[in-house]
């Protein structure tokens, strides 16, 4: 008997508009979207935010969608939800056929993401018009407390605590239960309640976690968004195994996401913050979530043979130390043999020896955040895959 499994991927992750400035780059400044594949190969398209272009370009390849059946959520209006749309190549390809779920806003009335699509594709907003547009689009309006299913998933949709309304998401496949709940703002207690229930026994809750808990309490109050803490004290309350903080500020550097996500993890055990390219997997034998970051960015790479000592926290928390050869290096990282396996997202201490003026070995200390780990390359060994950020 095969275990069914399903696959969530991480297209785009920043909150309010894309960023591109480097001190973003390892968590990535696309706007919302994400890829839900079931085991029955139904595949669910989270947002629309403009990491939907991405998704969009790996369409043809093999593991990049295609033929299934696909069903696209759209969690409210936000520019930083709908961007993505005209740049989703798919929509122009005639065979394609998609279904568009949302709610009826009171702004705009009947239709309201047709309209959206409409409008957004209007002379002079963009180059073509919507004839051009050549994929089967069905639209659905869905509701706060609609219940329905697509193949062997349950949806659930409940309302969220946000300007001109939002959507969150419940997603129960045979491997698991996803919930998707961004853009929300703790507070309003009949609305905190419904989150409850939508997220209760979550195998993964990804929540909004776009401010600090100290700005929600002052300047950021009544925007619309959560914390960390918030998620942390959801999590908690309703059993969610895994969370995810998403939906970043575009003013919250990689080192401010870094350290949001280290207090969250003092305080929850099992936390990501949601990153570019990022792939949960659930239902897996074994374990039952694991992340992975297969997709990297890197840049230009040369082997090496480097000896390095590392320290660094294991999975299970213990602390480790041990010397190694790092074995291909570029200038943002490094792939590191190690017995030990390190925590995704943590920080290494990497030291390596370089040999020196006048044949003397130097060294040179180097800070490493864990973004790929390859269990069982070599025997013994884990390829752990760092990218410098000190
Ligand atoms: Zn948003
Ligand atoms: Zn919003």
């Known amino acids: ?67 299934h059946e696909t069903h696209i959520f759209v969690t409210h209006y936000h520019w930083d939800h709908i961007q993505g749309i005209p740049f989703f190549s798919p929509l122009y390809a005639e065979n394609n056929e998609f279904h568009f779920y949302s709610f009826r806003s009171k702004f705009l009335g009947r239709d309201s993401l047709k309209q959206v699509f409409e409008a957004q594709m209007a002379l002079p907003y963009f180059p073509v018009d919507m004839s051009a547009m050549n994929a089967k689009r069905k639209f659905k309006e869905v509701e706060g407390g609609d219940i329905f299913n697509i193949r062997e998933n349950k949806i659930t949709a409940k309302w969220l605590n946000h300007p001109q309304g939002c959507l969150g998401f419940r ?37 909004d976690a776009q401010f600090t808990p100290e700005q929600m309490g002052t300047t950021r109050k009544g925007w619309g968004h959560s914390s960390w803490k918030e998620g942390v004290k959801l999590a908690r309350e ?71 000592k590392v320290t660094g926290v294991t999975e299970g928390g213990k602390e480790f130390q041990e010397e190694t050869v790092v074995r291909d290096i570029s200038l943002q990282g490094a792939l590191i043999s190690l017995q030990n396996m390190p925590q995704l997202q943590s920080e290494l201490q990497v030291t390596m020896q370089t040999p020196g003026e006048d044949g003397l070995q130097s060294s040179m200390r180097l ?12 025997k013994g060994q884990i390829a752990v895959g760092v990218v410098f950020t000190d």
């Open 367 to 378: 800070k490493g955040y864990v973004v790929r780990i390859d269990a069982g390359a070599e």
């Open 171 to 207: 997603i129960e496949t045979p491997a698991g239960t996803v919930v998707y709940a961004t853009d929300n703002e703790p507070g309003d207690p009949k609305l905190d309640e419904s989150l409850r229930e939508l997220a209760a026994g979550a195998d993964i809750l990804i929540n």
């Open 238 to 308: 309703v059993g969610a195994k895994t969370l995810v903080l998403f939906h970043h500020d575009p003013d919250s550097t990689d080192r401010m996401v870094d350290s949001l996500l280290r207090q969250a993890r003092e305080e929850f055990d099992s936390v990501f913050a949601a990153s570019e390219g990022m792939v949960i997997t659930l239902g897996a034998a074994g374990d039952n979530v694991q992340a992975h970051m297969p997709g990297t960015r890197t840049s230009l790479r040369r082997e090496a043979q480097f000896r390095a």
């Open 1 to 67: 008997m095969t275990v069914p499994i399903a696959k969530l991927s991480f297209w785009g992750v920043r909150g309010s508009t894309p960023t591109v400035d480097p001190a973003t780059w390892r968590f990535g400044g696309n706007t919302p979207c994400l890829e839900l594949t079931a085991p029955d190969g139904t595949q669910f398209i989270l947002d629309c935010g403009t990491g939907l272009r991405m998704l969009g370009s790996r369409w043809g390849t093999p593991n990049g969608g295609g033929n």
